[in-house]
């Protein structure tokens, strides 16, 4: 993925999170209870676009963070 993406896509996950009132910690607990192992500081790095993300993750953020694919890939 280009930089300018994953830096983008890392900010609309920060957004969303946010917007659920959710914290780094809970949102990585979250996964973790889905079978998806990201850690709080996984996560940190992937909303400032520093880790890459795999498909089912990208599957278990959207749902975690109740959207669509379209609001997670809005540049």
Same mark, same amino acid.
């Given at each position: 993925?280009?930089? *300018? &993406? #994953?830096? *983008? /896509?890392? +900010?609309?996950? @920060?957004? $969303?999170?946010? +917007? +659920?009132? =959710?914290?780094?910690?809970? $949102?990585? *607990?979250? %996964?973790?209870? !889905?079978?998806?192992?990201?850690? @709080?500081?996984?996560?940190? +790095? ?5 880790? !890459? %993300? &795999?498909?089912?993750?990208?599957? =278990? $953020?959207?749902? %975690?963070?109740?959207?669509?694919? #379209?609001? $997670?890939? &809005? /540049?």
């Amino acid at each position: 993925m280009n930089q *300018a &993406y #994953e830096i *983008a /896509f890392g +900010k609309n996950i @920060r957004t $969303l999170r946010k +917007k +659920k009132k =959710l914290t780094q910690e809970q $949102l990585s *607990a979250q %996964l973790q209870t !889905h079978g998806c192992d990201i850690t @709080r500081s996984a996560l940190a +790095k992937i909303e400032v676009g520093q880790r !890459h %993300l &795999y498909p089912d993750e990208i599957r =278990l $953020l959207k749902e %975690l963070l109740g959207t669509t694919f #379209e609001e $997670l890939f &809005y /540049f």
